[in-house]
C-alpha cells in the first residue's frame, strides 16, 4: 500500500517578520532551501538542525538580521560581499576537523558571486569544499542602488549603465558560474 509523505516539512528556518518585499523571490528560496536542507540532514544524518548558513552581503542579509533581531532560526552568519564561499570553506574545513556531521550553505547575490566573490568561489571549488553554494541572480547589485553586475543582461537599465548612445548594459552572455 502506497503511503503518502507530505510534501515539505514544517519546520521553519526563516521566520516570519523578516523586512523583505511582499512575494520576495529570494526569501522564497531562502525558505524552501532550508527546509530541503532540514529534510536531507534528517534524512542523511538524523539530525533535521545539522547544517549551518554563510550569508554574503546583500538584500536577503539586509532584511533578515536588522539588529538586534533575525530572521534566521539556524546557525547562521553574515559575511562579507565578497566571502561567503572563502567563510564556508573554513567552516566546512572545522566541522571535518571536529568530526561535525552536516553541511554548509553558502548563499550570495549575483554581484557577491559573479564579480566580486568568483576568486573566493574559484578557490572553493579547486580546493573541492564539501559546500552547496547558492547564487540569487537578481541581475544587478539591488542592495546597494542597482549597479550593473556582470550579470545584469544586455540592454538592462541600471543606475550605472543606463541605455543609451554610448551605453547599453553588458553586451557579453553570462557568466557560466553553476
Request: glycine fraction near 10%.
Amino acid at each position: 500500500m502506497a503511503v503518502r509523505k507530505p510534501p515539505i516539512t514544517t519546520r521553519e528556518y526563516w521566520a516570519p517578520g523578516h523586512a523583505a518585499c511582499a512575494g520576495c523571490g529570494c526569501s522564497i528560496i531562502m525558505r524552501l532551501a532550508t527546509k530541503a536542507f532540514s529534510e536531507a540532514m534528517e534524512e542523511k544524518y538524523g539530525d533535521p538542525d545539522a547544517f549551518a548558513i554563510a550569508h554574503a552581503t546583500g538584500c536577503m542579509e539586509v532584511v533578515s538580521a536588522v539588529f538586534p533581531y533575525t530572521a534566521w532560526k539556524a546557525p547562521w552568519i553574515h559575511v562579507a560581499f565578497e566571502n561567503a564561499a572563502a567563510v564556508a570553506s573554513g567552516i566546512e574545513a572545522a566541522w571535518k576537523k571536529l568530526g561535525y556531521k552536516g553541511k554548509i550553505i553558502a548563499f550570495a547575490g549575483d554581484g557577491g558571486t559573479a564579480d566580486i566573490g568568483l576568486q573566493a568561489l574559484s578557490g572553493m571549488l579547486e580546493r573541492w569544499h564539501n559546500v552547496v553554494y547558492i547564487m540569487y541572480d537578481n541581475e544587478a547589485y539591488m542592495n546597494t542602488g542597482i549597479q550593473r553586475s556582470s550579470s545584469t543582461p544586455y540592454g538592462a537599465w541600471t543606475t550605472t549603465s543606463p541605455p543609451g548612445k554610448y551605453s547599453i548594459g553588458e553586451d557579453k552572455p553570462k557568466k557560466w558560474v553553476a
